[in-house]
């Protein structure tokens, strides 16, 4: 199966039905609001007893109560509203498992809406509108993500080429002459960066005053044409403006970096380790048992992150900068994850439900985590400096700092942690600066190395806060 027929089929594999995210529905009750979100979390810890009894009986049990009797569980578990699930297996989904809502009677909707589980996580059938709405969607970013990674592409096919030329003094007459064949895992990284997304060889043509241009034909395969089926071309210049010599040949160029990228696309590998398979969408990271994420974050600068799949291994995140299009430079530089041309380096992981490891503080992730946290903490910083200078008063809460922030939402550390924060104050109890506070891998007091508790203050000053220093109780986020 070629690159383009697998992406398209995964993409229309995944509109009808699809996958929800876990928001709550409109106009419905904050108790019921609770008792939603307590019955969807309950639901997932079922799934994963009932994957448990899967691997143990060869097959999904027949009833819940076998999760007693194979000492899975101690007892049944009631839906927020205090009543019985509905469980059935199903040839198509494994199982459903099914809570009534509200109401508890079938259909219904809002607080009333019934929660459906399968294997695969919470289901959602779309109307009609939604699911053409969710299509369209689905094509124009597939489009756009295609573009993305045939530019980053062309530039590692370019970049070839510039060193075919230095070693043989002369340029190659196609990409075919300087494509890797090796076996080893780097060569077919780069191998891989020959054909467009959609199976066609990249174009190479030698050009006058020591130039030349590599191209792509878009969707169609044919010269010209707009939109998706427009052409693409990479010259020497755009390869000489991204250039490092020091970094050699396997994708050595100047890159955006976007930890919330490439933490999305170690997700997605851990995703495939678990279920044999990618994701069809980045959502999914978010359901199922075990589940790999809390949410899907947005991009720095509020936009979704794109996601493609173009064979069973091969699969790319991308962020498309400040400018929300494919190409530009400084921030509106496009970011894909993984690489295109280099090999991805896997988090490991010794067990197969990703349990932590020893010392997970001396761990060399969590120590480049730790360079992420201070980042976020600069950003939040910077913010409250911003907001005390047009308010002449600083902020109370994080939460207050949102419009200022990327997407307009309150990072979380790396950890998955709420940033602690709190205004200082003077001998006369008047507030005279801010500080965040993070509590390092461990996500508790005190520590060493990546578990130790460090924070910035609006005067930008790192501080590691010792053991045996109680700061003030940090102001509470709303």
């Not at 529905?25 to 904050?30: L, N, Q, R, S």
């Not at 609770?34 to 049990?61: C, D, F, H, N």
């Not at 907001?387 to 700092?401: G, H, N, S």
């Not at 500080?435 to 007091?445: M, N, P, S, T």
Request: proline share 6%; aromatic share 8%.
């Amino acid at each position: 199966m070629t690159r383009f027929s697998l992406a398209l089929w995964l993409f229309v594999a995944v509109v009808i039905p699809v996958l929800a995210q876990d928001a709550p529905a409109p106009k419905i009750k904050a108790v019921d609001r609770q008792k939603i979100r307590e019955t969807k979390e309950t639901m997932r810890k079922l799934s994963g007893e009932l994957k448990t009894a899967k691997s143990m009986l060869q097959g999904y049990p027949e009833t819940l109560d076998e999760l007693i009797k194979n000492q899975l569980i101690e007892k049944l578990p009631k839906d927020g509203w205090d009543r019985d699930f509905v469980y059935a297996r199903n040839k198509e989904t494994g199982y459903e498992l099914k809570c009534l809502g509200a109401d508890g009677k079938a259909g219904g909707a809002a607080a009333d809406a019934d929660i459906i589980y399968t294997q695969d996580g919470q289901l959602l059938t779309l109307t009609a509108d939604q699911a053409a709405a969710l299509a369209a969607k689905r094509l124009e970013q597939k489009q756009l993500a295609f573009k993305v990674l045939a530019l980053a592409e062309m530039r590692v096919v370019g970049r070839l080429a510039v060193q075919f030329r230095r070693d043989k003094s002369t340029w190659p007459e196609k990409t075919a002459d300087f494509k890797p064949a090796g076996e080893a895992p780097e060569e077919k990284a780069v191998a891989l960066c020959f054909d467009d997304p959609w199976g066609r060889a990249y174009g190479f043509k030698a050009l006058p005053n020591e130039n030349f241009a590599v191209t792509c034909l878009g969707d169609d395969g044919v010269e010209g044409g707009t939109g998706s089926s427009s052409d693409y071309v990479v010259t020497e210049r755009d390869v000489r403006t991204i250039e490092d010599p020091e970094r050699g040949w396997r994708g050595g160029w100047d890159r955006a970096y976007d930890w919330h990228a490439e933490d999305l696309a170690e997700g997605v590998r851990r995703f495939k380790k678990t279920n044999k398979r990618l994701p069809t969408e980045l959502g999914e990271l978010t359901r199922g048992a075990p589940r790999i994420r809390n949410d899907i974050p947005m991009d720095r600068f509020g936009g979704e992150y794109l996601y493609i799949t173009l064979s069973d291994e091969e699969f790319y995140v991308i962020a498309l900068g400040s400018d929300k299009r494919p190409g530009g430079m400084g921030d509106g530089q496009d970011v894909v994850s993984p690489t295109p041309g280099q090999v991805a380096i896997e988090r490991r992981d010794d067990t197969e439900d990703f349990a932590p490891k020893a010392n997970p503080e001396e761990s060399d992730e969590n120590k480049a985590l730790v360079a992420v946290a201070e980042i976020q903490m600069q950003d939040l910083i910077q913010a409250a400096n911003a907001f005390q200078k047009e308010k002449k008063a600083w902020p109370a809460t994080l939460d207050d700092l949102k419009d200022r922030l990327p997407g307009k939402t309150v990072p979380k550390d790396p950890w998955d942690n709420v940033f602690e924060f709190e205004q200082l104050k003077d001998a006369k109890g008047e507030v005279t600066g801010v500080r965040v506070l993070c509590r390092g891998c461990d996500k508790a007091i005190g520590g060493l190395s990546a578990a130790s508790d460090f924070s910035y203050d609006n005067s930008g000053e790192r501080k590691v806060i010792e053991a045996a220093e109680k700061p003030a109780p940090p102001a509470p986020n709303k």
